[in-house]
């Protein structure tokens, strides 16, 4: 045989065999790999069809049903729960870590690991289909203190927004010089839903992290920031007790929304707010503490420094938030409290109300601090 | 190049005698990556075993009706290779299908595969020695086992030495490496045994 | 030295701006398995344990949280601070757990000197053995750690 005839053939053969198996790769990818449509039944009511393959969470994202998730769908915050009612197979390894066992019972898995085989009904919080995305412009950016900065963020669109005072957004860093892809972060609304098409953010910068950083140095005036919600279960309970409220820092956020709708509906209980902080310069916002005294006649207002600087002339209370809180709540009678901190001043405090003789059950939290 | 050696004694000699990690030194980069624990060996050396026998059957197959018969010997390094990586997506493909399990566990080891140069190995040696179909068969599975063995006895050997004072310099690939020649050495003293080529 | 696919999606996940701002590998252009097999050797060569540092690290941390938020003094010469800021940080190793972002600042009298790290550090040392890359930041330097927090075997 001639060589180039050889040559050919050597060729047409490696053509002939490596297309062969590309046909084969194309035909498996279309069928074994490839899941179809997928109906997703929510709460036997609401139907959606989505492309199979992907995982719930991701899916349900696209169809602008967003279950609250804080790592993106990684599988690292455990917080993408869904109760499923149909068959979709064992526990994968990685949701088992997540999964305590009477949630195993309830077949509760985690969306983000969940990947869409087949039809499958879930069961969701109702409240979660009134979370929405929304596109908003940075109004105004103003520093409340060295490490807080008030950021208020004009609707777009959708224009207005329906939450309860208490309530949380998820604020969304989109990628720049510093992140590769983008991250989301909680931040309580210290606007009340009275101001309709514009939200109030109280962020506190945090060494190395990546929203706060954002914000801090790069976010302007006019930019475009993404943010879903509401999300959240701390809110005012109508009642008729008297209020404590206990937060500092970037932990009023929540309180001075339900203060301000207090304020509107005219809500006579007597509430007492005890900001703890540590010095002059973690103060803030007392003007409109002041203002709420005024319009709310049972309310006061109650700072407290732990570490005060001999230049700041501080005459107010000072110690720990919890020294303060013994001397002024003296019984737990007709008591509600809400808290709103790290983990650490929550249960100092906790303890401290526990011993005034307040039931734990009306003692409420904002839990994701 | 006898060809006619039973199937058993190659089987026998692929584990042991002519080890394809230990006697060959091929298979060495996931060796030494993976090597630390011996779950995960375990689980990249089963994916190997199968791995190994399929695509040495499926060489076999190509070489003995494509490549003979067109006189075309000389490209089975590149069909060979070609049919390991589509058989590794394929099998990737079906197991994420069947067993999200399966695949959780023993997926990410498989893309790790398709560049072992031991199952390429597997696939030449027994075309230069002549393997018939049964030979084949049985040697790819038998260096897949051998493979997986190894792996572990040296995941095993790694973690006993987790307590021990490793010098500085040595840490990591260095002692793996020294492990392995040993290793190797020991294995020597088998050669002799069983002759298959 | 080269390591699996699931080490490279750790390492990945420890790059600055995925997780925190700066990332865990500060100037480190090791792999991370250089990385976690150097200092595991650095802690075996002190004849201690990874579990026994993060113990004592936890130790500290508890004994200062009583001063919410600020300095409190810990004997017999230690002044613990510790305070936190909201969210939690999930581990780049992944698996279950979120961890506050709790900081805690241990200054040791006795020798003058004083060291930093979060709830995520005492878990990334206890379960991981891992102490950040160096060059960075929050690099903990395992014999660092145990001159400054004294600990022993």
């Known amino acids: 045989m001639g060589a180039a005839a050889q040559l050919l053939i050597g060729i047409g053969a490696i053509c002939g ?234 932990g009023m956020a929540p309180i001075k929304s339900i203060l301000y709708t207090m304020a509107e509906r005219e809500n006579p209980r007597k509430a007492r707010y005890f900001f703890g902080a ?61 808290l709103c901190g790290s983990p650490g001043m929550i249960d100092a405090t906790v303890k401290v109300l526990l011993d005034t003789g307040i039931p734990e059950e009306l003692i409420y939290y904002d839990k994701f601090a | ?86 058989f590794v997506q394929l099998v990737e493909m079906v197991i994420e299908r069947v067993s999200d399990k399966l695949y959780a566990a023993l997926g990410i080891f498989l893309p790790l595969i398709t560049v072992n140069c031991a199952i390429l190995g597997v696939s030449l040696f027994m075309v230069i020695r002549n393997y018939t179909f049964v030979n084949s068969l049985f040697y790819g599975l038998g260096s897949g086992i051998g493979w997986a063995l190894a792996i572990m006895a040296m995941a095993g050997i790694r973690q006993k030495m987790v307590r021990s004072r490793v010098p500085k310099g040595l840490a990591g690939a260095g002692i793996t490496l020294i492990i392995a020649g040993i290793m190797a050495l020991a294995f020597m003293g088998f050669s002799g045994m069983i002759k298959i080529t | 030295m080269k390591q699996t696919v699931q080490m490279q999606e750790i390492q990945e996940k420890m790059k600055p701006g995925i997780i925190t701002r700066d990332g865990f590998l500060g100037t480190d252009r090791r792999n991370l398995v250089d990385i976690l097999m150097e200092d595991d050797a650095a802690v075996k060569r002190m004849d201690l344990t990874h579990e026994r540092i993060a113990a004592r690290m936890t130790e500290l941390r508890d004994a200062g949280k009583r001063g919410l938020g600020n300095v409190i003094k810990v004997p017999p010469h230690f002044e613990v601070r510790v305070d936190s800021v909201r969210g939690k940080l999930p581990s780049p190793f992944g698996g279950p757990g979120v961890f506050p972002k709790t900081n805690i600042t241990v200054r040791n009298l006795r020798l003058g000197r004083e060291i930093t790290y979060t709830d995520l550090h005492i878990h990334l040392v206890g379960k991981h053995g891992f102490y950040e890359g160096k060059g960075s930041n929050f690099r903990l330097d395992p014999g660092d750690l145990v001159l400054t927090l004294e600990i022993e075997k």
Not at chain 1, 56 to 67: D, P, T, V
Not at chain 2, 35 to 58: H, N
Request: hydrophobic share 40%.
């Open chain 1, 278 to 338: 540590r010095a002059v310069r973690d103060l803030f916002l007392l003007d409109e503490m002041k203002d709420l005294e005024t319009r709310l006649p049972g309310f006061t207002f109650i700072p407290a420094l732990s570490d005060p600087q001999p230049e700041d002339n501080w005459k107010g209370e000072t110690g720990l938030i919890t020294e303060v809180l013994s001397k002024h709540v003296k019984s737990g009678d007709n008591l509600e409290a809400y």
């Open chain 1, 17 to 250: 065999v490596s297309t062969f198996l590309a046909v084969l790769m194309v035909i498996a990818d279309a069928t074994i790999a490839n899941y179809g449509d997928v109906t997703v039944t929510i709460n036997d009511e609401k139907q959606v069809t989505v492309a199979g393959g992907k995982p719930l969470l991701g899916s349900l994202m696209e169809e602008k049903i967003f279950i609250p998730s804080a790592c993106g769908g990684r599988g690292s915050c455990g917080l993408c729960k869904v109760k499923v009612t149909s068959d979709v197979g064992d526990y994968l390894p990685t949701e088992l870590p997540w999964i305590s066992d009477e949630e195993k019972a309830e077949n509760i898995r985690l969306s983000c690991q969940l990947k869409l085989k087949k039809d499958i009904s879930i069961r969701i919080p109702e409240e979660l289909f009134n979370v929405r995305e929304y596109v908003t412009e940075v109004a105004s950016l103003v520093d409340l203190t060295y490490d807080i900065k008030q950021v208020t963020l004009k609707l777009v669109e959708p224009d207005t927004i329906s939450y309860r005072p208490g309530q949380y957004i998820q604020f969304q860093v989109p990628e720049y010089e510093l992140t590769p892809e983008s991250v989301y972060r909680a931040y309580s609304m210290s606007s009340q839903p009275s101001r309709g098409n514009e939200i109030e953010l109280e962020v506190r910068l945090v060494p190395n992290g990546i929203c706060t950083t954002y914000v801090f140095e790069h976010l302007r005036e006019g930019d475009k920031v993404i943010v879903n919600g509401p999300y959240g279960e701390f809110f005012l309970r109508e009642t008729d007790r008297d209020i404590v409220f206990i937060a500092g820092g970037s």
């Open chain 2, 1 to 86: 190049m006898n060809g006619q050696v039973a199937f058993y004694a190659i089987f026998f000699a692929a584990i042991f005698t002519n080890n394809i990690l230990l006697t060959n030194y091929l298979g060495m980069c996931s060796f030494l990556a993976v090597s630390r624990e011996v779950s995960t060996s375990a689980g990249l050396g089963t994916a190997v075993v199968f791995v190994m026998t399929a695509t040495s059957v499926l060489n076999w197959l190509a070489y003995r009706y494509i490549l003979v018969p067109l006189d075309l010997v000389y490209i089975r390094y590149i069909v060979f290779i070609v049919i390991i990586a589509a």
